[in-house]
């Protein structure tokens, strides 16, 4: 399981890397798929959970001391907004590169999980050691 964990990553980080480096690009290609569902529901990843109320913009995020220290985010429970960006604008969080946070004031952005991200998994790269975090959404 870790060795197909690292596959995903590296095959991740190329990706990102090829994005970021796409020359005069504001958006990723269009592949021809429907636009997915609004993030709805609580997600949960070991230290702490997302909940997404379906409006496509706020988030209440509960972390452990742990966790909202190797992110560099606040403790406990907040409420923010939430945006998924590719380059300058805002775009569908399946194909985004960066994941954005805004908690009283302060913005937080963290690399999104391209490819791993979907409406049952938010995948961000929280940690400095470049490992994503991986919140399941909780089926009711």
């Not at 403790?75 to 908690?103: N, P, S």
């Not at 913005?107 to 999980?113: E, K, L, M, W």
Request: proline share 6%; hydrophobic share 35%; with cysteine.
């Amino acid at each position: 399981m870790e060795r197909q964990r690292r596959i995903r990553l590296t095959a991740m980080l190329l990706l990102t890397a090829l994005l970021l480096t796409a020359c005069g690009r504001e958006r990723p290609p269009d592949d021809g798929t429907p636009e997915p569902p609004v993030l709805n529901g609580t997600y949960r990843a070991e230290g702490g959970s997302l909940t997404f109320n379906g409006d496509g913009q706020s988030v209440v995020i509960e972390l452990s001391d742990t966790l909202a220290a190797a992110a560099g985010l606040p403790a406990g429970r907040c409420e923010g907004t939430y945006v998924f960006l590719f380059q300058h604008g805002m775009w569908r969080y399946d194909k985004a590169e960066i994941f954005r946070i805004r908690i009283d004031g302060g913005d937080y952005s963290f690399p999104n999980g391209l490819g791993m991200t979907d409406e049952d998994t938010v995948a961000a790269y929280l940690l400095p050691d470049g490992e994503a975090v991986c919140f399941e959404r909780e089926t009711p």
